[in-house]
């Protein structure tokens, strides 16, 4: 069964930081591009990041531009994971946050605008308080 399992969401205060995990099963993560998505109470879902899948040393991440030089996605090729480390969070960034695959391995889109996405994790909430 093909899963993406996201972890690491909670209560953290403005400023402060959360580390999110994804991570892919049924499949091998490391071969698809990985987009992080976000969806606070009453607006749409946008994204925030996407990792291509690299060679192995080197990979391409793309980010929202609400996000950027706070927010950094990396990989953990032996561990198939794939990671979300957020900083400086602000209360605007409390939203239910999902992983997900691409069809491919490069991300399709940029600046948070990306498409190509087969499966979807069912998300991990964050709350930052003010």
């Known amino acids: 069964e093909v899963q993406l399992v996201e972890s690491g969401g909670g209560l953290v205060q403005a400023g402060g930081s959360l580390r999110l995990s994804c991570a892919p099963s049924?499949?091998?993560?490391?071969?698809?591009?990985i987009g992080w998505f976000r969806q606070a109470p009453g607006k749409e879902r946008e994204g925030v990041s996407c990792?291509?899948?690299?060679?192995?040393?080197?990979?391409?991440?793309d980010y929202a531009d609400p996000v950027k030089g706070r927010f950094t996605t990396s990989r953990d090729r032996a561990k198939n994971m794939v990671y979300l480390q957020m900083n400086s969070l602000k209360p605007e960034d409390t939203a239910v946050y999902y992983c997900?695959?691409?069809?491919?391995?490069?991300?399709?889109?940029?600046?948070?605008?990306?498409?190509?996405?087969?499966?979807w994790g069912k998300g991990t909430l964050v709350t930052v308080s003010s």
């Open positions: 997900a695959a691409a069809i491919g391995s490069a991300c399709i889109g940029t600046s948070g605008v990306y498409s190509g996405m087969r499966y």
């Open positions: 049924g499949f091998t993560g490391n071969d698809r591009a």
């Open positions: 990792i291509s899948s690299g060679d192995g040393r080197t990979y391409y991440a």
